[in-house]
């Protein structure tokens, strides 16, 4: 294997690395914000929220 070709695998490993890691971390901060955001709805009274089975968040009917 040339330098050449070490180097073109390398910087192509890099690349993908870099992106799977971009994609993975706006996923968390995506996550982060929407349950920072219902737990303020929650906390101000503007939402009702409960759990399922599996420990899920929902939002519930509010009946005036």
Request: aromatic share 12%; net charge negative; hydrophobic share 45%.
């Amino acid at each position: 294997m040339t330098g050449f070709e070490h180097a073109v695998i390398s910087v192509a490993l890099l690349a993908l690395s870099y992106y799977v890691g971009r994609f993975l971390g706006e996923k968390r901060a995506i996550e982060h914000n929407a349950d920072s955001f219902l737990n303020y709805l929650e906390a101000e009274g503007f939402v009702k929220i409960g759990y399922d089975e599996d420990g899920q968040k929902i939002l519930l009917k509010v009946v005036d």
